[in-house]
C-alpha cells in the first residue's frame, strides 16, 4: 500500500536540500531529537513536496550514527482518491499499512510476537466461521502502534494527507496526535500536503513548513533542464509539432531573455491554467484523435482497480483507430498528462492533480466515460471492432 510514495525513484543530485536543512533547523529529522512532533509540509500542487518525502524516508533508512544501532524504524504512505485504491483515502486502511510495516523488523525480518499472534487468533476464528477475517480498527492500530514504538523511536510519514477523505480525515489525524502525545519513546510524524483549510485546522499545533518559490528555485531549474535534454535526446521536444518558421524564429534569438519574452505569452501561472489549456487542446482534436484521449482518460480516471499497461492496450485495442499505437505516441496524443511505463507496467497520470482536475470536466464526465464503455464493449461482442464508434452523439 505505500508502494505510490515513489520513495525508491531517482532523484537529481542535491534536489530539495534547502527544504531537508529547514527539516533539520526544526530538529525533526534528526535521529537524536528528544521530543515528539507532528510536521506538516505545505505548499501548492506540484512544488515537489513528494520528493522531499522521499528525502526524509531515505535519511531515516541512513544507518545510525551510534555504533551498532538499527536505522529508525518506520512507516510510509501516500494517499490518493483513486477509484482503483479506495482504501489509500481511509483511515482505517491506512493505519493498518502503517502497523504491517512497523511489524516487520527492517533487518531481520521477524515479525512482532503480539502482532503475529493476534493475526493467528483472528484467522483461526474466521476458518472456523467461515468469513473474512475481521481487520482491525483504528483504535486497535492505535494500541498496537503505542505498543511496537514503546522500545524504540519511529516515524511515520503520510504523503498527500490532503487526498484522505474528508469525512476521514479528522479521524487520521486525531489517532496520530495520541501517538505523538502518548508514546513512550520519540515518534515523529511527517505530513506533506497540498494548501487545505481543513488540514491547517485540524493541525493548528503541528510544526510547519511552507515550500515557497526561493527554496524549490534551483530544484525546478535543474529538473527542468534535465528533462529538456531528456526529450531533445527522445525527439521529443515540442511533441513534433513545431514548424521551421517558428523554429527559425526561436533561434534567431540571442539571449535566453528574448527566447522567453518570445514564448511569454505562453507561460502560465499555476496547474489549473496548464490543465485549462490542454483540455482546450483536446477539445480541438479530430474526432478520432479525441475519442482516443477520452478513452485513455476514462480508463485511468474509473477503472475500479489498479491499471496495468497492458491492460490498458488491451481495452484501446477495441478502438481500431488507435490500436497498434506504442506508448511514446499514446503519451504524445495525451500532451504528457499520462505516464505510460511498458518495462514497469505502468499507467497513470503524471500527477494527482491532473485527477482531480480533469475529473470534473464535462468532456471526461462519469456518464460519457461509461456510454463509451457500453457502445465500445458492445461493437465489439455484436459487430467487431470496425464498428467502434467514433463520436459520443
Not at 515540442?238 to 533561434?251: M, S
Not at 471526461?364 to 463520436?391: D, I, K, V, Y
Amino acid at each position: 500500500m505505500a508502494r505510490r510514495l515513489n520513495a525508491d525513484l531517482p532523484r537529481l543530485t542535491d534536489t530539495s536540500l534547502a527544504i531537508h536543512h529547514s527539516l533539520d533547523e526544526k530538529k525533526l529529522s534528526k535521529h537524536n531529537s528528544s521530543s515528539s512532533a507532528i510536521f506538516l509540509l505545505r505548499g501548492v500542487r506540484g512544488c515537489g513536496k513528494s520528493t522531499v518525502a522521499s528525502l526524509v524516508v531515505d535519511h531515516f533508512q541512513l544507518p545510525s550514527v551510534q555504533p551498532g544501532a538499527s536505522a529508525v524504524p518506520g512507516a510510509h504512505f501516500f494517499c490518493d482518491t483513486s477509484n482503483a485504491e479506495p482504501d489509500r483515502g481511509l483511515c482505517d486502511s491506512i493505519l493498518r499499512s502503517v502497523v504491517r510495516q512497523l511489524t516487520v523488523d527492517s533487518i531481520n525480518g521477524k515479525i512482532d510476537t503480539t502482532v503475529l499472534s493476534l493475526y493467528e487468533k483472528r484467522l483461526k476464528a474466521a476458518k472456523q466461521t467461515r468469513v473474512d477475517i475481521v481487520k482491525l480498527s483504528a483504535t486497535e492500530c492505535l494500541t498496537l502502534l503505542l505498543d511496537l514504538t514503546a522500545i524504540n523511536p519511529a516515524y511515520i510519514l503520510i504523503d498527500a494527507i490532503d487526498q484522505t477523505r474528508n469525512d476521514k480525515r479528522a479521524a487520521l489525524i486525531d489517532t496520530l496526535q495520541k501517538l505523538v502525545d502518548q508514546s513512550a519513546n520519540i515518534f515523529k510524524v511527517f505530513l506533506p500536503s497540498s494548501d487545505n483549510a481543513h488540514v491547517d485546522v485540524l493541525l493548528t499545533g503541528a510544526t510547519k513548513l511552507r515550500v515557497l518559490p526561493d527554496i524549490v528555485r534551483k530544484d525546478v531549474r535543474e529538473f527542468a533542464t534535465q528533462q529538456v535534454q531528456e526529450a531533445n535526446k527522445r525527439r521529443r521536444i515540442l511533441n513534433g509539432a513545431a514548424t521551421a518558421t517558428l523554429l527559425d524564429f526561436i533561434c534567431r534569438k540571442k539571449t535566453e531573455q528574448g527566447i522567453m519574452t518570445m514564448l511569454g505569452t505562453g507561460l502560465t501561472t499555476n496547474l489549473d491554467q496548464i490543465y485549462g489549456r490542454k483540455l482546450h487542446h483536446f477539445h480541438n482534436l479530430d474526432p478520432v484523435a479525441a475519442i482516443a484521449v477520452v478513452q485513455i482518460f476514462s480508463f485511468l480516471l474509473y477503472a475500479k482497480r489498479t491499471l496495468h499497461y497492458a491492460a490498458l492496450k488491451h481495452n484501446l485495442a477495441i478502438n481500431p483507430t488507435i490500436n497498434g499505437i506504442g506508448a511514446v505516441e499514446l503519451e504524445n496524443l495525451c500532451c504528457n498528462l499520462v505516464l505510460l511505463d511498458v518495462q514497469q507496467g505502468m499507467a497513470q497520470f503524471c500527477h494527482p492533480s491532473v485527477r482531480a482536475y480533469m475529473i470534473q470536466q464535462d468532456m471526461f464526465s462519469a456518464n460519457a466515460a461509461h456510454e463509451l464503455f457500453f457502445w465500445s464493449l458492445s461493437a465489439r461482442m455484436h459487430f467487431g471492432t470496425e464498428h467502434f464508434p467514433l463520436s459520443r452523439q
